[in-house]
C-alpha cells in the first residue's frame, strides 16, 4: 500500500488507426504509432493511502489477536484434559482403597454368614457392591488412559503415569480481578473488526473525491502520417510531453452509496455479536467464581466431617480393643471416610483448575498485548 505514494514508471508501445473529416478531405484514414516512457505521479489523493494502511493495520491486529485467543484456548483445553488426568489418578487410588476395606467387610459378613448371624441378602449387597466398585475402576483407568493419549495429541510428547504428573499447575491461593469484556482478546478482535469497518466507509468517501495526478512522456519513438501527407518519422530522445489532472468520477451507478449501506449494515452485526460475547463472558466468570465459591464452601464442610469421622474412628477402634463393637461396624466407618477424603480430594482439584483457567485468561490476555 506504501507503494501508491511512489510514481509509477511504465514502457508503453501504441499503434492507432483511425479516419477523419476536414474541410479539404473526407473519409481520410490516419496511422499513428509510437514508442514511450511514461512516469504518473498522484500529486493527492485526500488521505486514501493513509486509510487503506489503516485498514491493513488492522487486519494485521486481528490476526495477531487470534492467534492469541486460539493460544489461550488450547492451554485451557490441555488445562482441562489435565484436570481429567488428576482426576482419574485420585480416583483410582482411593477406590483400590476403598475395594480392599469393602473386601474386608465382605468377608467378615461372610464369616458372620456361616455363623448364622446375618442372611444372605446383606452377604449379596456386598458382593454387588464389589462388583460396581471394580466397574468404577475399570472406567476410571480407560478415563486416565484416554485423557492420556489426548493430551499427547496436543503435545506431541509422550507420557506415562510416573511423568505426567511434573505438569501440575500452581494453585492460586485467591479469585483474581478479570479484565472487562473490551480489554480480553474476544473483546479486542471486536473492536478491531468495527474500527476496520469504519476506516473501510471512510476509504469508500475518499476514493469518491477528485484526483490530482502529474504526467510526464518521454517519447523514444514516434511516426505520425497527418492529415497533410506530411511524414515525420523521428526517434530524438528530447521528444516529450507534461500534463496535470483532475479525474472525479460524477456518477457510478450509486455503488458508492450501496457499498456504504453494507458496510454499516457489517457494523451493527459485529456490534450485536460483540455485545453476545459480552454477555457470555460475564456469565462464564460468575459462573466459574460462583462455582469456586460453593465448592469451597463444600470442601470447609468436608473437612470439619472429616475430622469427625476421624475422631469417630479413634474411638471406635478402642471399643474394638474392649470387644464392645464388631470389626464389620469399624470397617464400614473406613468405607465412609474413604468416600469422603475422595470427595474432598476430587473437590479441591476442581477449585484448583478453575482458579489457574481463571489466571490463565488474565495472564494470556496480558501476554498479548505484548507481542
Given amino acids: 500500500i506504501e507503494s501508491e505514494n511512489y510514481p509509477t514508471l511504465s514502457l508503453k508501445l501504441e499503434n492507432e488507426i483511425g479516419k477523419e473529416d ?7 484514414i490516419y496511422k499513428k504509432s509510437s514508442a514511450y516512457l ?11 493511502t493513509k486509510e487503506k494502511q489503516k485498514i491493513q493495520s488492522k487486519e494485521i491486529d486481528i490476526k495477531r ?97 510416573e511423568t505426567i504428573f511434573s505438569f501440575i499447575t500452581d494453585k492460586e491461593n485467591k479469585i483474581l480481578d478479570l479484565p472487562k469484556f473490551e480489554n480480553t482478546l474476544n473483546g479486542q478482535i471486536y473492536q478491531t473488526k468495527l474500527n476496520q469497518l469504519k476506516n473501510r466507509i471512510s476509504l469508500i468517501e475518499k476514493e469518491n473525491l477528485p484526483l490530482i495526478s502529474f504526467n510526464y512522456k518521454h517519447y523514444i519513438y514516434l511516426n505520425d502520417d497527418d492529415i497533410f501527407f506530411k511524414r515525420r518519422n523521428d526517434s530524438n530522445p528530447n521528444d516529450y510531453s507534461l500534463s496535470f489532472g483532475i479525474s472525479y468520477t460524477i456518477f457510478n451507478g450509486f455503488k458508492e452509496r450501496m457499498d456504504k449501506e453494507k458496510l454499516r449494515l457489517e457494523i451493527l452485526k459485529t456490534r450485536f455479536e460483540k455485545e453476545e460475547k459480552r454477555e457470555e463472558y460475564n456469565r462464564k466468570i460468575d459462573s466459574t467464581k460462583n462455582k469456586i465459591s460453593s465448592i ?18 479413634i474411638i471406635l477402634r478402642k471399643l474394638r480393643e474392649v470387644s464392645l463393637v464388631d470389626k464389620s461396624t469399624i470397617t464400614y466407618t473406613l468405607l465412609k471416610e474413604i468416600r469422603a477424603v475422595l470427595s474432598l480430594k476430587l473437590n479441591k482439584i476442581e477449585v484448583d483448575v478453575e482458579k489457574k483457567i481463571l489466571s490463565i485468561i488474565k495472564q494470556e490476555d496480558s501476554r498479548c498485548n505484548m507481542l
Fill in 22 to 28: 476536414s474541410a479539404y478531405f473526407e473519409n481520410f
Fill in 296 to 313: 469451597g464452601n463444600i470442601i470447609t464442610q468436608q473437612n470439619r466431617l472429616n475430622q469427625e469421622m476421624t475422631n469417630k474412628k
Fill in 65 to 161: 489477536l487470534t492467534y492469541c485467543k486460539n493460544r489461550k484456548n488450547l492451554i485451557l483445553n490441555i488445562l482441562n484434559i489435565y484436570k481429567e488426568i488428576l482426576k482419574s489418578d485420585i480416583n483410582l487410588k482411593y477406590l483400590n482403597e476403598y475395594l480392599l476395606t469393602l473386601r474386608e467387610k465382605y468377608n467378615a459378613n461372610k464369616r458372620l454368614y456361616e455363623a448364622g448371624k446375618i442372611d444372605r441378602v446383606t452377604l449379596a449387597e456386598d458382593a454387588l457392591l464389589i462388583a460396581e466398585i471394580l466397574k468404577e475402576i475399570e472406567d476410571n483407568k480407560n478415563s486416565f488412559k484416554n485423557a492420556l493419549l489426548l493430551l499427547e495429541n496436543y503435545s506431541g510428547e509422550k507420557f506415562n503415569s
Fill in 38 to 48: 511514461q512516469l504518473n505521479y498522484n500529486l493527492y489523493q485526500f488521505g486514501t
